[in-house]
């Protein structure tokens, strides 16, 4: 759709109609020319071609009645419907003067113009029919030649304003197009797909049977008397079966079209269990299968989603989504907790193969279950290990203090489920750093990881921890910068990042205080670590 001063050019497929002059007056004044010209043609046919125009007293005198009552009729209507129509396209012209998206109390204003305009119409042709029918009594025509006048000047708005809200209908649509860009109505509105094949059988067949049903009971007494009873049985024949057919034929088609939307509806609504019978071998049975199709697609594609972030965890499944995965990576501040299980080997060779899985299983839910609790996601399972991050993808300030409440919650729950599975016992190192964290691998395969020296401190810490009473360790790094050190007040110094003045991270409470336990000097580092362990294992609330 292209607007520019003094006229709008609509386009539709390979053709474009150029509307000249302010776009509410050009379409206002075919809305009264496809008024106006059937107006005239059905009152020179009703004065005077309809059998028995004549049979009244002065006859010229009364059509020249007729015809100047018509002339300032139509003056009177074409004055009001262009001022009407200017009323009605000014709210829309001005919604697209301002560049912007629709309300949806303008969607449903432009949506509601064919209805609206044609109703417009059909008031002039009833009030037509009034005032003519009127007249025609009034100067002394007969009773049924009056009811023929009314009835064809209705039958004439029938179809008349059918093909109104069509045309209408037709030069909005560029307009309805970019209303409905954003977002659609919350239920159809517009013509329906029954409405409009029914009025177009109206306005094909039907009006023009009952016209001819009209001629014959115009008819003189005596007229036609061999023809009027076959040909009037014949219209309502005809009238009856196409009535009967094109409603048959119009719910063929909308019928299917209304459970596609409803179906439509409950797959926006995320409900993927839609499956619609395919009973139509035409078009509409392609679209009801291609809508199987897409739902059984979604359904794949939710399946991926959901084991692609098993997998890989949902904060990068979300983030591969989002923006895709390049190899490579970008330097981040993360914090990574190593998880490691301690006596794997013996009890691989003193339990059955199922007693293995089952307990690995209950080690890893609880590993799973305390990273993701305090906000981190499990990078990979090492064998019984596990490397868990906090921080990347994206930006956690408080991903330090998030990973000492992890190892709590962790050493805690890994001491619950050993009730149940007695040789389960684990050890946990924390490390905080800078990290590189990105995919690596090829084209063909690859993985999201963290590469860094806190990954490989954490995995010594874990392995240094396995010899302690408190199988948790963390770095000085990463105590300090969840600011839990034993002894430390949180409000007595400038707060470390992610540290609140009151004592709390960015993304909760600050964990349990934590004390040196020593220094020593980790395989393939030269300087001491010095080390830290919980003060307790309890976990405070967020």
Not at 388 to 399: E, I, K, L, N, Y
């Amino acid at each position: 759709m292209q607007r520019a001063t003094g006229h709008w050019s609509v386009r539709g497929g390979d053709r474009a109609l150029r509307l000249l002059g302010p776009p509410e007056i050009t379409i206002a004044a075919l809305s009264v020319l496809a008024n106006a010209i059937p107006g005239a043609a059905l009152f020179l046919y009703l004065q005077y071609v309809l059998p028995g125009s004549g049979h009244v007293a002065h006859a010229n005198r009364a059509h020249a009645v007729m015809a100047v009552l018509f002339a300032l009729y139509l003056i009177a209507v074409v004055v009001v419907a262009v001022l009407d129509g200017i009323r009605a396209f000014g709210p829309i012209l001005r919604w697209l003067a301002e560049d912007r998206p629709a309300t949806p109390d303008e969607q449903l204003r432009i949506l509601h113009q064919p209805v609206s305009r044609a109703l417009a119409a059909f008031s002039y042709w009833a009030a037509a029919a009034i005032v003519f029918g009127t007249a025609q009594a009034l100067l002394g025509y007969p009773g049924r030649r009056v009811v023929a006048v009314v009835v064809g000047i209705l039958l004439a708005a029938i179809s008349v304003t059918t093909l109104t809200a069509l045309l209408i209908e037709r030069l909005l649509r560029p307009v309805v197009r970019h209303a409905l860009a954003g977002s659609l109505p919350a239920r159809p509105f517009g013509i329906r797909v029954l409405t409009r094949l029914l009025l177009s059988w109206a306005f094909g067949s039907g009006v023009p049977l009952v016209g001819l049903l009209l001629v014959l009971i115009d008819q003189p007494a005596g007229g036609l008397p061999n023809l009027a009873l076959p040909v009037g049985l014949l219209c309502g024949a005809a009238l009856l079966s196409g009535f009967t057919i094109i409603t048959g034929a119009a719910r063929a088609v909308a019928d299917p079209l209304q459970t596609i939307r409803l179906a439509l509806e409950q797959v926006e609504a995320g409900d993927l269990s839609v499956e619609l019978p395919v009973d139509d071998g035409s078009e509409v049975g392609q679209l009801q299968a291609g809508v199987n199709r897409m739902v059984h697609g979604l359904r794949q594609r939710r399946q991926l989603e959901d084991l692609f972030g098993r997998y890989v965890g949902e904060e990068v499944a979300d983030q591969a989504l989002d923006r895709g995965l390049g190899l490579g990576g970008e330097r981040a501040e993360a914090t990574i907790l190593f998880v490691d299980l301690i006596g794997s080997t013996a009890m691989a060779a003193n339990l059955a193969p199922e007693e293995v899985v089952r307990t690995l299983n209950a080690y890893f839910a609880a590993v799973v279950d305390a990273v993701q609790g305090e906000g981190g996601w499990v990078n990979k399972f090492e064998g019984d290990g596990a490397l868990c991050v906090f921080g990347p993808p994206g930006h956690r300030p408080d991903h330090a203090a998030a990973a000492l409440r992890a190892a709590c919650r962790l050493y805690a729950q890994v001491a619950k489920a050993a009730e149940a599975h007695p040789r389960l016992v684990a050890a946990v190192g924390i490390s905080t750093g800078q990290v590189v964290a990105g995919t690596i691998g090829s084209t063909e395969r690859f993985e999201y990881t963290v590469i860094g020296d806190p990954v490989n401190e954490a995995a010594r810490l874990t392995d240094l921890a396995k010899g302690r009473d408190m199988r948790v360790l963390a770095s000085r790094a990463t105590v300090e910068a969840a600011g839990a050190e034993a002894g430390a007040s949180p409000t007595g110094a400038a707060p470390a990042d992610g540290q609140t003045a009151g004592g709390t991270t960015a993304g909760g409470a600050l964990p349990a205080p934590w004390r040196p336990v020593g220094e020593v000097i980790l395989r393939g580092r030269p300087h001491p670590t010095r080390l830290y362990a919980p003060v307790t294992t309890e976990v405070p609330a967020s």
